[in-house]
């Protein structure tokens, strides 16, 4: 593998095979006093953010430093962006300093595709962290492995995705990943808050958040994208919260081993509530805690071993 864009075209080998290496990074470092390992000794990895993170930017640092890797951060406005440098241009001036690999982050849908086009002719590899409304593929496979480890496995598992999917690449992202691996996925959202197209995606939809949770296993609360919605929000927000809002009714609707998840950054009263949040069903810390491993483990498939580069 030499790039990470999307999990639409990720085939369930190579996914399982990530997810299967995150588990094991995960039980080699457990209750280990120091954490690192010496496989990417040598590489550099270079965090290219155009938008704002703490778990994506932070735990691609964490794990690049766990595997002994050189880590670089470089942020939109602290760098030449800010004088009108483009985007190709950073990618290959990055490549040329000696980027192993590029982890972006950009507003633009399709950025992460462009910049493995352009680095094409070079060694250097791309990891998509979020780009635009399109994909977040490492937190899905931070979700699906979350969910294997709570659920004891995907396949025939019942996962409701809720809320504003028109803007979330982490419901894209999971929306291909997860039947992928055998899971059953549910988006409940407004029809405001649905994309054009979702029809062809492997998913089945609804608009009824109270009918949907007693048949589900997982359900994942989505933050509402304020910042994305240009001409306005419909419905209100506190018709959304009243509608789509986990609260602790609608928690009483789930079957017992239920989980909850959030992708962060939750909007604690409006798609969650608090006591949601911080409830004992509630998975949202040990995503962020995956999220090491599996980023940990992308890096692995994409920068140890030459020879798997093409
Ligand atoms: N889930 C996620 O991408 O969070 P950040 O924006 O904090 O990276």
Request: a neutral charge; hydrophobic letters at 45%; aromatic letters at 4%.
């Amino acid at each position: 593998m030499r790039h990470l864009l999307s999990t639409d075209g990720l085939d369930a080998a190579t996914a399982t095979a990530i997810l299967d290496t995150a588990d094991e990074l995960k039980r080699t470092l457990l209750g280990r006093e120091v954490r690192k390992l010496p496989t990417l000794r040598g590489r550099t990895v270079i965090t290219l953010f155009y938008e704002n993170s703490t778990r994506t930017r932070v735990s691609f640092e964490i794990a690049g430093k766990w595997m002994s890797a050189d880590v670089v951060n470089v942020s939109a406005g602290g760098s030449s962006v800010g004088k009108g440098e483009s985007l190709r241009d950073t990618a290959l001036t990055l490549s040329a300093a000696g980027a192993d690999c590029v982890v972006i982050r950009h507003p633009a849908s399709g950025a992460a595709h462009r910049l493995a086009g352009w680095l094409a002719e070079t060694g250097t590899s791309v990891i998509n962290a979020g780009d635009g409304t399109h994909e977040h593929p490492t937190q899905a496979l931070l979700d699906a492995a979350t969910l294997r480890e709570r659920l004891g496995g995907l396949e025939g598992r019942r996962v409701t995705i809720v809320g504003d999917v028109l803007h979330s690449r982490v419901a894209r992202s999971n929306a291909h990943l997860l039947p992928l691996l055998g899971a059953e996925v549910t988006l409940v959202a407004p029809p405001t808050l649905l994309p054009v197209g979702v029809e062809s995606w492997p998913v089945t939809v609804s608009h009824d958040l109270d009918a949907a949770l007693p048949a589900t296993d997982a359900v994942m609360m989505l933050r509402v994208q304020a910042e994305r919605m240009h001409g306005g929000f419909f419905p209100s927000a506190r018709e959304y919260a009243i509608a789509y809002g986990l609260n602790e009714t609608r928690l009483k609707l789930l079957p017992e081993h239920a989980v909850v998840l959030h992708p962060g950054p939750m909007l604690r009263g409006m798609e969650i509530a608090s006591a949601v949040a911080d409830a004992p069903n509630a998975v949202i810390t040990e995503q962020v805690r995956n999220g090491v491993h599996v980023r940990m483990a992308v890096l692995y498939h994409l920068l140890a071993g030459e020879g798997e580069k093409s």
